[in-house]
């Protein structure tokens, strides 16, 4: 097993050096100048109750592949990018694991990851153990610093993120609630999970700004997630006359939470949850029951932005997304050997294989189905062709 020095949190400085823009996080030189590959660990939860939140990974590191497919040019010649990614299964634990073993065996030399502090939290612990540097977004930095008993006068060696806070969900909150007439007492449902423990915080989640504002919180205490029983919550939320639901929840928990509410004959005027109800896919599976619900929105098509990796823009990312979704294999399809192979999509049209994919499909060749790990992509990979 390689032994890790300080020189090994050099990595960005390397990068940097031959066209990466990137943080100024590390300071000297990496492994990967000697077999000239920069291995890139990518955690985020596939599968598990925060699928959502990674619906969309592997078009994105598609992308991001196609542009990295000749390597990067450099001081001292051409650097290949291999990128492997591994599955939290939304679990802090196995986030944890796959993280060490991107680090430890992979020999990864920086470690990103994605959604929420369930995922970001231990794969950033991992990192600034083993002093590999790590990059993570996706969560209110709030859950993230505090969540790691992060000290402000120290912060962190190795890991580094970048998200918005709390105060800023509170504040699209209060701005959809404040014209909104409804009385306002307001029924807070947090986790007991970093994230609850962060938006429930007296000092630091949304007691003391809603206090400010003129709202009530009727917090009854942290539940377990994945609960399978609200009626204690629904019960403090229906004697306080709460007309406002409010909180941070798993897509599971909301849908069992609003079921009871519904049985029990609790029936707020607003509802307005983070995380759960992020996804349309979520909304969707709870039917008529799911029109009227609220949440922040912080990204969408119409946002005008573009990508400083690639130049596409918010709407073009969205909609190639949506094409490769409707096409349903697509992406598979596109993974043969590394070369421009898709299938065409245009509107009102059957999409189509283009040539290459044609070509590919008649030769035989296949992907293998990634494992419940790992997935490797790059140089020299197994999933080549």
């Given at each position: 097993?390689?032994?890790?020095?300080?020189?090994?949190?050099?990595?960005?400085?390397?990068?940097?050096?031959?066209?990466?823009?990137?943080?100024?996080?590390?300071?000297?030189?990496?492994?990967?100048?000697?077999?000239?590959?920069?291995?890139?660990?990518?955690?985020?939860?596939?599968?598990?109750?925060?699928?959502?939140?990674?619906?969309?990974?592997?078009?994105?590191?598609?992308?991001?592949?196609?542009?990295?497919?000749?390597?990067?040019a450099g001081q001292g010649?051409?650097?290949?990018?291999?990128?492997?990614?591994?599955?939290?299964?939304?679990?802090?634990?196995?986030?944890?694991?796959?993280?060490?073993?991107?680090?430890?065996?992979?020999?990864?030399?920086?470690?990103?990851?994605?959604?929420?502090?369930?995922?970001?939290?231990?794969?950033?612990?991992?990192?600034?153990?083993?002093?590999?540097?790590?990059?993570?977004?996706?969560?209110?930095?709030?859950?993230?610093?505090?969540?790691?008993?992060?000290?402000?006068?120290?912060?962190?060696?190795?890991?580094?993120?970048?998200?918005?806070?709390?105060?800023?969900?509170?504040?699209?909150?209060?701005?959809?609630?404040?014209?909104?007439?409804?009385?306002?007492?307001?029924?807070?449902?947090?986790?007991?999970?970093?994230?609850?423990?962060?938006?429930?915080?007296?000092?630091?989640?949304?007691?003391?700004?809603?206090?400010?504002?003129?709202?009530?919180?009727?917090?009854?205490?942290?539940?377990?997630?994945?609960?399978?029983d609200f009626t204690a919550?629904?019960?403090?939320?229906?004697?306080?006359?709460?007309?406002?639901?409010?909180?941070?929840?798993i897509p599971p928990d909301?849908?069992?939470?609003?079921?009871?509410?519904?049985?029990?004959?609790?029936?707020?005027?607003?509802?307005?949850?983070?995380?759960?109800?992020?996804?349309?896919?979520?909304?969707?599976?709870?039917?008529?029951?799911?029109?009227?619900?609220?949440?922040?929105?912080?990204?969408?098509?119409?946002?005008?932005?573009?990508?400083?990796?690639?130049?596409?823009?918010?709407?073009?990312?969205?909609?190639?997304?949506?094409?490769?979704?409707?096409?349903?294999?697509?992406?598979?399809?596109?993974?043969?050997?590394?070369?421009?192979?898709?299938?065409?999509?245009?509107?009102?049209?059957?999409?189509?294989?283009?040539?290459?994919?044609?070509?590919?499909?008649?030769?035989?060749?296949?992907?293998?189905?990634?494992?419940?790990?790992?997935?490797?992509?790059?140089?020299?990979?197994?999933?080549?062709?």
């Open positions: 097993m390689t032994h890790f020095t300080t020189n090994r949190r050099a990595v960005i400085r390397g990068l940097a050096a031959i066209g990466l823009a990137a943080p100024a996080i590390l300071r000297g030189k990496s492994a990967f100048a000697q077999d000239r590959t920069i291995k890139v660990g990518h955690v985020s939860p596939r599968t598990g109750p925060l699928a959502g939140f990674a619906e969309a990974d592997e078009y994105v590191l598609e992308g991001i592949r196609a542009k990295f497919a000749e390597g990067i010649g051409t650097y290949n990018i291999e990128i492997i990614t591994a599955d939290s299964q939304s679990n802090p634990n196995r986030a944890a694991e796959v993280a060490s073993d991107l680090i430890l065996r992979e020999e990864v030399d920086i470690i990103t990851a994605a959604s929420t502090p369930d995922t970001t939290n231990p794969v950033a612990d991992q990192a600034e153990l083993n002093e590999v540097p790590c990059i993570t977004t996706d969560c209110p930095w709030q859950p993230y610093f505090f969540g790691r008993s992060g000290d402000p006068a120290n912060g962190f060696e190795s890991t580094y993120h970048f998200f918005w806070g709390l105060e800023d969900v509170i504040a699209a909150f209060l701005a959809m609630w404040d014209g909104t007439g409804v009385e306002k007492t307001v029924a807070g449902l947090f986790p007991n999970d970093a994230d609850g423990n962060a938006w429930g915080d007296p000092e630091l989640g949304l007691p003391k700004p809603l206090a400010a504002a003129g709202y009530t919180l009727v917090d009854p205490g942290r539940y377990q997630p994945l609960t399978d919550q629904i019960n403090a939320f229906k004697e306080a006359n709460c007309q406002i639901v409010t909180g941070n929840m909301f849908a069992t939470f609003w079921a009871q509410a519904a049985q029990q004959g609790f029936n707020p005027k607003i509802v307005t949850i983070g995380k759960a109800l992020l996804f349309p896919s979520v909304v969707d599976s709870l039917g008529e029951r799911g029109n009227g619900l609220s949440s922040e929105v912080w990204w969408s098509p119409y946002h005008p932005f573009s990508s400083s990796l690639t130049g596409i823009s918010a709407k073009d990312l969205a909609s190639g997304y949506s094409d490769v979704d409707r096409c349903g294999d697509s992406l598979d399809i596109a993974r043969y050997n590394r070369r421009p192979c898709r299938l065409v999509c245009r509107p009102g049209q059957e999409c189509h294989q283009d040539a290459a994919c044609r070509r590919s499909m008649a030769e035989g060749r296949q992907w293998a189905e990634p494992g419940d790990r790992r997935q490797r992509d790059g140089p020299g990979s197994a999933g080549n062709g």
